[in-house]
């Protein structure tokens, strides 16, 4: 990798958050949320890779960014209390080379099948530990840290396999039209972000009211 993870985290707050910051959670309800502001419309809709009737929330992340840190274990608990009805997807957000180094580390390690173990450890060594991963041998040994073989870890991570989903999450992030992390995309028909909602309290109270809204929508699609 050509930089640290440390120093590439993408700081796309807007103009306009600045005023969002300052208006206080109590004089915002969930039915103030507007379109354009707290969340927009993707279009043409994403379609979603889940075909079991759950409402697919997609969380975009950079291991480097502190606030997908944060996020991370929130939104993880928030998906598991939901699951009869949420899944949540993980998809590393690539906006530039140093993102696709990063993209790599995460498919490497569900190519190996350790990524729910190592997906945690990763975030607490950059933001906890404060180590650096300048190269793909520093890689290696976080790699090797989590019981990996070093020639397991070479054969995974410059692997077909990874270098297809790499291009997939690039793809799939320009369809979402992100500009930053951490982001959210309901049912590939909307999404939000913190750089939208100014506080992750307020993002996810906004991704509360998108999956109701795309529940009610599903449940008179039925009806």
């Known amino acids: 990798?050509?930089?640290?993870?440390?120093?590439?985290?993408?700081?796309?707050?807007?103009?306009?958050?600045?005023?969002?910051l300052a208006e206080s959670d109590a004089e915002q309800s969930e039915n103030?949320?507007?379109?354009?502001?707290?969340?927009?419309?993707i279009n043409p809709p994403v379609p979603t890779q889940n075909d079991d009737g759950r409402i697919e929330v997609v969380?975009?992340?950079l291991y480097a960014c502190p606030h997908c840190n944060v996020l991370a274990p929130n939104l993880k608990?928030?998906?598991?209390?939901?699951?009869?009805?949420?899944?949540?997807?993980r998809v590393p957000a690539i906006v530039g080379a140093p993102w696709a180094d990063?993209?790599?580390v995460f498919y490497t390690a569900e190519k190996l099948g350790i990524l729910e173990k190592s997906h945690a450890a990763l975030f607490k060594s950059i933001h906890e530990e404060g180590d650096q991963y300048a190269d793909d041998r520093s890689i290696m040994e976080f790699f090797v840290?989590?019981?990996?073989?070093?020639?397991?870890?070479?054969?995974a991570f410059r692997s077909p396999d990874?270098?297809?989903?790499?291009?997939?999450?690039?793809?799939?992030?320009?369809?979402y039209g992100i500009r930053g992390v951490p982001a959210l995309i309901i049912n590939g028909k909307y999404?939000?972000?913190q750089y939208f909602t100014g506080t992750q309290e307020r993002l996810l109270k906004v991704l509360d009211m998108l999956v109701e809204k795309e529940r009610d929508a599903r449940d008179a699609d039925i009806n």
Do not use: P
Not at 77 to 89: F, G, I, M, P, T
Not at 145 to 155: A, R, S
């Open 32 to 41: 103030a949320f507007a379109e354009g502001l707290e969340y927009q419309l």
């Open 102 to 104: 990063q993209a790599r």
């Open 191 to 193: 999404r939000t972000a």
């Open 145 to 155: 840290k989590q019981g990996v073989k070093e020639e397991d870890f070479f054969w």
């Open 162 to 175: 990874v270098d297809e989903k790499v291009s997939q999450a690039r793809i799939l992030t320009v369809k």
């Open 77 to 89: 608990a928030w998906a598991e209390d939901k699951s009869e009805y949420v899944l949540l997807r």
């Open 59 to 61: 969380e975009l992340f």
């Open 1 to 20: 990798m050509h930089k640290n993870f440390s120093t590439i985290c993408l700081v796309a707050l807007l103009s306009w958050s600045t005023f969002l």
